[in-house]
């Protein structure tokens, strides 16, 4: 390229700028379209480089036309001739942990393993989820206790994660 681009601080066309995306503005645009539906955003990030990572739920599930929707509306509100971007759209892992109070009320009825701040584990059954969380923890034969129930609060909570079972 010509001298005189680089004394200006001008770069050739192939160069894309990489100018910073707004996390707001990307929720901004997720939130418009999950407006009419019952899907939820789980985790939003917007790293280095702009690497665009949006993690969706919902109390019905999440299939690939939900993931694929959301990608393209994002995608055609963003210019890619004045920033690059990379764009991530993907449903709730069952692997990963519970990150929001939806996700435990979409959970109630099956197995979790909660630990909580003070390093306790409880495995037992989500009974509910509204000001806190209730399960219903097994007997246990060795320390002759009988079914019981545990409250935890939502600010006690490290982490839950739904116990995967294929019985």
């Known amino acids: 390229f010509a001298a005189s681009n680089e004394s200006e601080g001008k770069f050739p066309s192939f160069f894309l700028r990489v100018m910073p995306i707004s996390e707001a503005h990307i929720r901004n645009l997720v939130e418009e379209k999950l407006a009419d539906t019952s899907m939820f955003i789980v985790e939003l990030t917007v790293g280095s480089s702009n690497k665009i990572k949006i993690e969706l739920d919902s109390l019905d599930g999440v299939n690939i036309d939900d993931c694929v929707g959301v990608s393209r509306h994002v995608e055609h509100q963003l210019d890619r001739d004045e920033t690059d971007f990379e764009l991530q759209v993907s449903s709730a892992g069952i692997d990963k942990p519970l990150r929001d109070k939806r996700q435990y009320t979409k959970n109630v009825g099956r197995e979790i393993k909660v630990r909580t701040l003070s390093g306790d584990e409880l495995k037992?059954?989500?009974?509910?989820?509204?000001?806190?969380?209730?399960?219903?923890?097994?007997?246990?034969?060795?320390?002759?206790?009988?079914?019981?129930?545990?409250?935890?609060?939502?600010?006690?909570?490290?982490?839950t994660k739904v116990i995967i079972s294929f019985k």
């Open 124 to 159: 037992g059954k989500l009974v509910s989820a509204t000001e806190e969380i209730k399960l219903e923890l097994p007997a246990n034969k060795k320390k002759k206790l009988p079914v019981r129930e545990a409250t935890v609060a939502w600010e006690e909570i490290a982490e």
